[in-house]
């Protein structure tokens, strides 16, 4: 599963090679025969070697498509909270009272506990599926409000029933936001039946958005009976319908993403502390470096094999080309190696001109010239001094964030750069030291800057004490045990929530247009 | 080369090469095989005899060659552009929470069911229009790094959505409110309450400001405005408040369900303005009224414009490589060449 990057494309991959070598091969039966008929013997067919270099340029075209993966790449990213979606199994046999009072409590409870467990700056989306999956909230940095949400999980939330997991998945995977580099983590609660049995899970859909699949399975296998308004539930043959915790579909997605499954004890009952570990494993400390490694894609090999073959298979092989064409090719191979030199040379002699100029103080002028240095070289040492250069230049000319940035990328290129380190964790100080921008208003009765005077947009505005700013009537602030008490006493009926989301259509599981979201 | 080269590579879903210097050398070697395949001589037979040739079915102009050279061409020179990196630029989010908080608060009540508004030159009802208007406002607010929650109320208040920066799931969740979800009364204490209460997760953020639509007044729930409001400057949320409706005039409402089904009716509501008033005069914020349907974007484009703080965004991206499309193309080319040299068109050794 790992080893491609787009397994979906391996078959049909397959399939027009083979075609292409059946098709070509009877081709070269046919014109034989034609050949033999004419001349009346059995020539040898002089084109093996090009329709076997047309055959082999497809074969590399096609293996770059399906992109095999091989090596690593490391990636410095700045650490911040990770991204998870609860998935939560509202399906009827989530109604099993197998792991007392029932598996749905359950999980609604290991979900309550850990929104508790987890960090600031995590954020979390809730989805569900019985039938369908539905994404119930987008990411959301107020965990507050999701544990409010929990309560309203109830299996009669999604209709009609059913138990598709690879839909709650899909609806989930709309929630993780497009380019962004947070660690992401899908947590489905669930006891593992799906009514496909696992078989058409998105694990391709999954690795390409680069998220990790842990589960939590309830129930036991032991199993238990559902009720139907009070009385067993029955299948069509009137037996009894016992359900049991089937762990092999969540399986196959922690297998696939590199994740893991948590098994529910007798009592269903989770080992929250390892879970919440397992959920943060990507997550670094806040304001540090993380170095995440990503396995490459190596398209580059195959697409220069089948660029180089295609290219001679035209060429005039037997007679050498004359003396214009030798003269052209000779040239392109030429100045294709030089081109390394040149970029090599240009880029100097920019970091020259860089540091020059920042001598003589003129940091922006310095700024230009090193971007410039650092995008045109191709050598990953150079590039990273043109940008820790690029960082100093920055600093000088008072931009922190830029300079941070730069310094970013420097260590990115160069990790074990000792000076480029040093300068970046001064930097983020000075960033965390610097007082962030003043909120417009301090206090809700300080006076604020009167907006300046522009052609009204609303015609009909009354003037309001709103706007008489002189004495604004400031209301006493609540003591912070009566505020406690409103804020405890509020009404916030979650299941009136739900219900609305859950009423979208099949086609709003994915919200996201335009593209994939990743 | 790279900017000419841009809506090419953009139709491609790429957005910039990371190695354009490449491609015109690239694009000069195939340029290079192709003529000099072309000087090849073609391996075929010579007839001396025109009309014989003509009767066997020989064409004076076969296109199979030309077309077959054409699509060689074709997917070297999207080899080329493969060799030369194409990159999906991704600006990656800004890392959230640094930007202000916004809860926005509708007023779902019965009375929002009133048709005096104006959308598109159709007559729909209030909420309607403030649904189109709230969602408007928060993709912007969501997109330019903000945060943005929805708090839907009538008879209570509800959080609809927490605090997020994701704008299209927010709007999508917008569209779903109608009129009476929450009940037929108006609980704006508890709303306003409920808003604060949302507000207040993070203390990261550059500000946090509510902004409170409704066409009625505070006549359910057990949180008084006043009791509300103090809340609200206690816990320096600034509330902008929007009265929407006309005022004092019996309006035609649309038929809701249930009870209110019951054929054609009128009905006034009056907004509290003072009260309206009163919670932006104790908070800091400023009261709006739209008494027409035209004056409620306004509205929240001049909130827009009064809630800017500075932001702080490092800027972000996210190199993606993004050679399928290009690859893909070959491919095509390259089985669409072996289709016409190799088998449609007759050959001869």
């Given at each position: 599963m790992s080893g491609v990057a787009h397994p979906e494309w391996l078959v049909p991959a397959a399939w027009a090679l083979l075609g292409a070598m059946f098709a070509v091969g009877v081709a070269r039966r046919r014109a034989a025969r034609r050949l033999a008929r004419l001349m009346g013997g059995e020539p040898a067919l002089s084109t093996a070697a090009r329709d076997a270099a047309l055959l082999l340029a497809l074969a590399a075209l096609l293996a770059a498509l399906i992109g095999p993966r091989g090596g690593e790449r490391e990636r410095r990213v700045e650490a911040s909270g990770i991204d998870l979606v609860l998935v939560v199994d509202v399906s009827?046999?989530?109604?099993?009272?197998d792991t007392p009072p029932s598996r749905l409590a359950r999980a609604r409870r290991a979900a309550d506990e850990l929104l508790t467990q987890l960090a600031p700056g995590d954020r979390v989306a809730l989805a569900a599926f019985a039938s369908r999956g539905v994404l119930?909230?987008?990411?959301?940095?107020?965990h507050e409000a999701l544990r409010a949400l929990l309560?309203?999980?109830?299996?009669?939330?999604?209709?009609?029933?059913?138990?598709a997991l690879a839909q709650g998945v899909r609806a989930a995977l709309g929630a993780f936001e497009a380019g962004s580099e947070r660690p992401r983590v899908l947590l489905v609660l669930s006891d593992g039946e799906d009514s496909e049995r696992g078989r058409d899970l998105p694990l391709a859909e999954l690795a390409r958005a680069e998220v990790r699949v842990l589960a939590a399975a309830f129930g036991s296998e032991e199993g238990a009976m559902l009720s139907d308004h009070g009385a067993p539930l029955s299948d069509a043959s009137g037996r009894a319908v016992v359900t049991r915790r089937t762990l092999e579909p969540l399986e196959r997605l922690a297998a696939a993403t590199a994740g893991e499954v948590f098994r529910s004890d007798a009592f269903g009952a989770l080992e929250m502390g390892l879970l919440a570990r397992s959920l943060h494993?990507?997550?670094?400390?806040?304001?540090g470096l993380v170095v995440r490694s990503e396995r490459t894609v190596q398209v580059w090999p195959f697409a220069a094999l089948a660029f180089a073959l295609l290219l001679l298979e035209g060429l005039p092989v037997p007679r050498l080309p004359r003396t214009g064409v030798r003269a052209a090719l000779a040239t392109t191979a030429l100045l294709l190696l030089a081109a390394g030199p040149l970029t090599q040379e240009a880029a100097l002699r920019l970091q020259q001109a860089g540091l020059a100029r920042l001598e003589r103080g003129d940091s922006d002028g310095a700024v230009r010239a090193l971007q410039a240095a650092a995008l045109v070289t191709r050598d990953p040492a150079l590039a990273a001094l043109a940008y820790y250069h690029l960082g100093v230049a920055q600093l000088d000319a008072g931009r922190l964030e830029e300079a941070r940035t730069a310094f970013f990328d420097a260590l990115a290129l160069a990790p074990e750069d000792a000076q480029a380190r040093f300068d970046l964790e001064w930097t983020l100080a000075a960033l965390q030291r610097r007082p962030p921008p003043?909120?417009?208003?301090?206090?809700?009765?300080a006076p604020r800057?009167?907006?300046?005077?522009?052609?009204?947009?609303?015609?009909?505005r009354e003037p309001t004490p709103g706007e008489r700013r002189e004495s604004p009537p400031s209301p006493a602030p609540l003591g912070a045990e009566e505020r406690q008490r409103l804020l405890d006493r509020?009404?916030?009926?979650?299941s009136r929530a739900l219900r609305l989301h859950a009423r979208g259509s099949a086609g709003e599981t994915a919200p996201h247009t335009g593209g994939p979201a990743w | 080369m790279n900017e000419a080269l841009r809506p090419l590579l953009s139709a491609f879903g790429?957005?910039?090469?990371?190695?354009?210097?490449w491609l015109p050398w690239l694009a000069l070697a195939s340029l290079v095989a192709l003529i000099a395949a072309l000087r090849r001589r073609p391996a075929s037979i010579a007839w001396s005899a025109m009309p014989e040739a003509l009767a066997a079915g020989?064409?004076?102009?076969?296109?199979a060659p030309v077309l077959a050279r054409a699509l060689r061409m074709g997917a070297l020179l999207a080899l080329a552009v493969v060799l030369a990196g194409p990159v999906g630029v991704h600006r990656a989010p800004?890392?959230?929470?640094?930007?202000l908080d916004l809860v926005l608060v509708v007023d779902a009540s019965?009375?929002?069911?009133?048709?005096d508004a104006e959308l598109a030159g159709e007559r729909r009802t209030r909420l309607a229009l403030a649904r189109e208007v709230v969602a408007r406002f928060a993709q912007q607010r969501a997109a330019e790094g903000d945060r943005v929650a929805l708090v839907v109320f009538g008879e209570t208040a509800f959080?609809?959505?927490?605090?997020?920066?994701d704008g299209a799931l927010l709007s999508a969740t917008l569209t779903r409110i109608e009129a009476g979800?929450?009940?037929?009364?108006?609980a704006l204490g508890e709303a306003l309450a409920l808003a604060v209460k949302r507000a207040g997760?993070?203390?990261?953020?550059?500000g946090r400001v509510a902004v409170l639509l409704t066409d009625g007044r505070h006549n359910a729930g057990a949180v008084s405005v006043e009791a509300a409001t103090a809340l609200a400057a206690g816990d320096r949320v600034r509330v902008h408040t929007v009265a929407i409706g006309s005022a004092g005039e019996d309006v035609l409402m649309e038929r809701g369900a249930?009870?209110?089904?019951?054929?054609l009716r009128f009905e006034r509501h009056d907004v509290d303005a003072a009260a309206l008033a009163a919670i932006a005069a104790g908070t800091g914020g400023r009261f709006f009224a739209a008494?027409?349907?035209?004056?409620l974007a306004p509205v929240y484009a001049e909130i827009d414009r009064l809630e800017r703080p500075a932001r702080i965004f490092p800027p972000r991206t996210r190199k993606r490589d993004r050679p399928e499309p290009w690859l893909a193309f070959a491919g095509g080319c390259l089985l669409a060449e072996l289709a016409f040299s190799r088998v449609f068109s007759r050959r001869l050794p």
């Open positions: 009827h046999s989530m109604d099993a009272s119930l909230t987008p990411l959301s940095p107020d309560g309203g999980l109830d299996t009669e939330l999604i209709t009609p029933r059913g138990s494993r990507d997550a670094g400390r806040t304001g003043a909120p417009p208003d301090e206090a809700p009765s800057e009167k907006p300046a005077p522009r052609p009204a947009p609303i015609a009909n509020l009404p916030d009926d979650p | 790429a957005d910039a090469l990371e190695r354009p210097g020989a064409r004076r102009f076969d296109l800004p890392e959230p929470g640094r930007g019965g009375s929002m069911r009133a048709l959080t609809l959505c927490p605090l997020t920066s979800v929450a009940g037929e009364a108006t997760a993070s203390e990261t953020a550059a249930g009870a209110a089904a019951r054929g008494r027409r349907s035209s004056d």
